[in-house]
């Protein structure tokens, strides 16, 4: 029974990830279109800074593409661990960034890197267990 319970968790943390995966992907390249966007970049009050806020968030997709290719190819995938700290930490970039620039962030961006980041620290604990228990 208990392994039942843990084969399940474990599915449950790993399906996860790769939905925070295509989530964080996806959400970063409708980030380009104004009309696509999950967030509000209230482009017509703040014009470049909506516009480098929308490159900010493309570059973290292709990274994250990057990163996943890297670490599926090594097979170290306990490094999901750090990024998905760095993902937490973005919650208080983001918000650093909007009082810097004077520019209001989107609320959503809280849950949308808390999410992501979670799911990545979890995956990361994950493949940390399976490889300390080999």
């Known amino acids: ?5 843990v084969s399940a968790l474990k599915t449950i943390i790993e ?9 964080l992907v996806v ?10 966007s999950y967030f ?24 994250e593409v990057l990163i996943c290719a890297y670490c599926f190819a090594s097979k170290r995938t306990q490094l999901f661990i750090p990024v998905g700290f760095f993902l ?7 918000k650093f960034y909007g009082v810097i620039n004077d520019v209001t962030i989107d609320e959503n961006f809280q849950g949308f890197f808390l999410y992501t980041g979670l799911s ?9 267990l399976k490889n300390n228990k080999n």
């Open 1 to 5: 029974m208990t392994s039942i319970i």
């Open 15 to 23: 399906g996860n990830f790769l939905v925070s995966v295509m989530v």
């Open 27 to 36: 959400v970063s390249i409708f980030c380009i279109s104004p009309t696509h």
């Open 40 to 63: 509000d970049m209230n482009e017509e009050l703040f014009g470049a800074m909506a516009n480098n806020l929308r490159l900010i968030m493309l570059y973290l997709g292709v990274t």
């Open 88 to 94: 937490v930490l973005m919650i208080g970039s983001m």
């Open 120 to 128: 990545h620290i979890a995956f990361g604990a994950l493949a940390d």
